[in-house]
Nanobody, 123 residues
Framework: QVQLVESGGGLVQAGGSLRLSCAASGRTASSYVMGWFRQIPGKEREFVAAISWNGITYYTDSMKGRFTISRDNAKNTVYLQMNSLKPEDTAVYYC?????????????????WGQGTQVTVSS
């Protein structure tokens, strides 16, 4: 069992930055693939980025260059650094965990989810 708790969301002006954190608990948490998703009300949950246990990263094209995913296995924490934020980045951001490096975009492939953290970008 893995528990995930996100933090770091908030209100920021366009062009600003935020760093989200996802603290994972559980004996094998550091071995999981960790992903970040986001969801706007009324829309499907959207893949943002993922990172393997040994630091391999993958991003959806629209996030490349602005968002950076990283992890600290000693702290069982995954981060999402978001720069040059735009109003369209406004969403609830979720972290999630899965066992293998495949089908990263697919929400149904993830075994565990956090409760989400709201990010609001004002224009």
């Amino acid at each position: 069992q893995v528990q995930l708790v996100e933090s770091g969301g908030g209100l920021v002006q366009a062009g600003g930055s935020l760093r989200l954190s996802c603290a994972a608990s559980g004996r094998t948490a550091s071995s999981y693939v960790m992903g970040w998703f986001r969801q706007i009300p009324g829309k499907e949950r959207e893949f943002v980025a993922a990172i393997s246990w040994n630091g391999i990263t993958y991003y959806t094209d629209s996030m490349k260059g602005r968002f950076t995913i990283s992890r600290d296995n000693a702290k069982n924490t995954v981060y999402l650094q978001m720069n040059s934020l735009k109003p369209e980045d406004t969403a609830v951001y979720y972290c999630a965990a899965k066992r293998n490096w495949s089908r990263l975009y697919h929400t149904e492939e993830y075994d565990y989810w956090g409760q989400g953290t709201q990010v609001t970008v004002s224009s």
